[in-house]
């Protein structure tokens, strides 16, 4: 493991400048093995826009996390498709591209849309460590052949439902156990699970469902030794986070608020949590996950891999940034199976010690399952 934190060892470039000559754009569509129930809303499937670059005969793979409905963020899939055809993708065909910070920068004067901002970057780093023979984890740096991965589990239709797949999870092997909560789904909830899981780590999600006026209320789950509590008031609130935080023994986890390394290094500053979920989709691609990465480790803060669904080409893109040193918590990298019945990759598994193996091969390292790929596409745009 590296022991040297300010200089990482990252090389995001391609073997020589990479002239783009298709981007496309292609929807899949994948149906969740168990229909997964947040504080904002419930998801039964996924319509997955991909993206796919090609140079040179060598191509690379992005996947978006956008949802139908701006719920989790302001992206959509209709807003990601609507910016890629008619700003990102034309400002970057026909230009020579080094680096994926060639890419950021190439798109760093259009506003928001990260999710589709970092689909593009996802899809050049691909490309750009296949062009020199490497997998994405050695090109930037990461440390770890294997990582630890907890599971993430929605709100269910009762509680003893939810200390079933809690026990089941933990049986697999997971790590760490994640709750979803919300207000009237929470401390009743914690308390039961808690007692079922009486040492494992446990965390909760809120997805920002809460208010400073419920500090009181939040203050209970304190009683459970939970790892953190993520995200429990708005996403552009870093002021009471912080003034939460204070209230709580419990260490804070933002997610949606971390949009970027400066909004990390403004809520450490602030106070208004210890930890931080980096999802390279949210903060719009390896740049920015990068920067947060290394601001967290600056400041003393373990980060830690969040999840959005994703099928395997976002989940090999996980697996590589939670190589690096600094994710020293498990990560939202479930199984494959845990979400998908069929993946569009070779499948990633959990093995018994809570783990799951970084990709070797070149680039995301995985097999791609173009013929189920195809099977399952609903639309398709190709730029030049
Ligand atoms: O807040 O972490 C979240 C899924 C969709 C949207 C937001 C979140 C999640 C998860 C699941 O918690 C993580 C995963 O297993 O991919
Ligand atoms: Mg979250």
Same mark, same amino acid.
């Given at each position: 493991?590296?022991?040297?934190?300010?200089?990482?060892?990252?090389?995001?470039?391609?073997?020589?400048?990479?002239?783009?000559?298709?981007?496309?754009?292609?929807?899949?569509?994948?149906?969740?093995?168990?229909?997964?129930?947040?504080?904002?809303?419930?998801?039964?499937?996924?319509?997955?826009?991909?993206?796919?670059?090609?140079?040179?005969?060598?191509?690379?793979?992005?996947?978006?996390?956008?949802?139908?409905?701006?719920? /989790?963020?302001?992206?959509?899939?209709?807003?990601?498709?609507?910016?890629?055809?008619?700003? /990102?993708?034309?400002?970057?065909?026909?230009?020579?591209?080094?680096?994926?910070?060639?890419?950021?920068?190439?798109?760093?004067?259009?506003?928001?849309?990260?999710?589709?901002?970092? =689909?593009?970057?996802?899809? /050049? #780093?691909?490309?750009?460590?296949?062009?020199?023979?490497?997998?994405?984890?050695?090109?930037?740096?990461?440390?770890?052949?294997?990582?630890?991965?907890?599971?993430?589990?929605?709100?269910?239709?009762?509680?003893? %439902?939810?200390?079933?797949?809690?026990?089941?999870?933990?049986?697999?092997?997971?790590?760490?156990?994640?709750?979803?909560?919300?207000?009237?789904?929470?401390?009743?909830?914690?308390?039961?699970?808690?007692?079922?899981?009486? %040492? =494992?780590?446990?965390?909760?999600?809120?997805?920002?469902?809460?208010?400073?006026?419920?500090?009181?209320?939040?203050?209970?789950?304190?009683? /459970?030794?939970?790892? #953190?509590?993520?995200?429990?008031?708005?996403?552009?609130? @870093?002021?009471?986070?912080?003034? @939460?935080?204070?209230?709580? *023994?419990?260490?804070?986890?933002?997610?949606?608020?971390?949009?970027?390394? *400066?909004?990390?290094?403004?809520?450490?500053?602030?106070?208004?949590?210890?930890?931080?979920?980096?999802?390279?989709?949210?903060?719009?691609?390896?740049?920015?996950?990068?920067?947060?990465?290394?601001?967290?480790?600056?400041?003393?803060?373990?980060?830690?891999?969040?999840?959005?669904?994703?099928?395997?080409?976002?989940?090999?893109?996980?697996?590589?940034?939670?190589?690096?040193?600094?994710?020293?918590?498990?990560?939202?990298?479930?199984?494959?199976? *845990?979400?998908?019945?069929?993946?569009?990759?070779?499948?990633?598994?959990?093995?018994?010690?809570?783990?799951?193996?970084?990709?070797?091969?070149?680039?995301?390292?995985?097999?791609?399952? #173009?013929?189920?790929?195809?099977?399952? %596409?609903?639309?398709?745009?190709?730029?030049?």
């Amino acid at each position: 493991m590296s022991t040297d934190a300010s200089v990482p060892v990252r090389a995001l470039a391609a073997a020589a400048p990479v002239r783009l000559e298709s981007v496309e754009v292609r929807y899949i569509a994948l149906t969740l093995v168990r229909p997964f129930e947040t504080s904002f809303g419930r998801m039964d499937a996924r319509v997955i826009p991909l993206v796919r670059m090609v140079a040179d005969g060598v191509e690379g793979w992005g996947e978006i996390v956008a949802d139908d409905l701006p719920l /989790f963020s302001a992206d959509t899939i209709a807003g990601a498709q609507h910016v890629l055809a008619e700003a /990102f993708i034309p400002a970057l065909l026909g230009r020579p591209l080094s680096s994926v910070q060639d890419v950021a920068a190439a798109l760093r004067r259009f506003k928001g849309h990260a999710m589709a901002k970092a =689909g593009l970057e996802l899809a /050049f #780093m691909d490309l750009a460590a296949r062009t020199r023979g490497v997998s994405i984890s050695e090109a930037i740096g990461g440390t770890r052949a294997r990582v630890p991965v907890g599971v993430s589990l929605g709100i269910e239709k009762d509680v003893p %439902t939810l200390v079933e797949q809690v026990l089941r999870h933990v049986a697999q092997g997971y790590q760490r156990i994640k709750l979803k909560i919300k207000p009237g789904w929470d401390v009743d909830v914690v308390r039961t699970v808690r007692e079922a899981y009486p %040492t =494992g780590l446990l965390s909760v999600d809120a997805n920002t469902a809460y208010t400073l006026a419920d500090a009181d209320h939040l203050r209970a789950l304190d009683a /459970f030794d939970l790892l #953190m509590i993520e995200q429990p008031l708005q996403h552009d609130d @870093l002021v009471d986070h912080a003034a @939460l935080q204070k209230l709580l *023994r419990t260490d804070i986890c933002l997610d949606e608020s971390i949009v970027h390394a *400066r909004a990390a290094a403004h809520a450490l500053a602030l106070g208004s949590c210890r930890l931080v979920n980096i999802k390279i989709g949210r903060v719009g691609g390896y740049t920015e996950a990068l920067g947060i990465h290394d601001t967290c480790q600056a400041h003393g803060a373990p980060v830690w891999c969040g999840g959005m669904l994703e099928c395997g080409i976002g989940r090999a893109h996980n697996l590589a940034l939670a190589s690096l040193p600094n994710f020293s918590l498990p990560g939202d990298i479930s199984a494959s199976k *845990r979400y998908w019945t069929r993946d569009v990759t070779t499948p990633f598994e959990v093995a018994a010690d809570g783990t799951v193996g970084v990709p070797t091969g070149p680039g995301i390292g995985v097999a791609i399952d #173009m013929d189920f790929i195809d099977d399952i %596409t609903t639309a398709r745009h190709e730029y030049r």
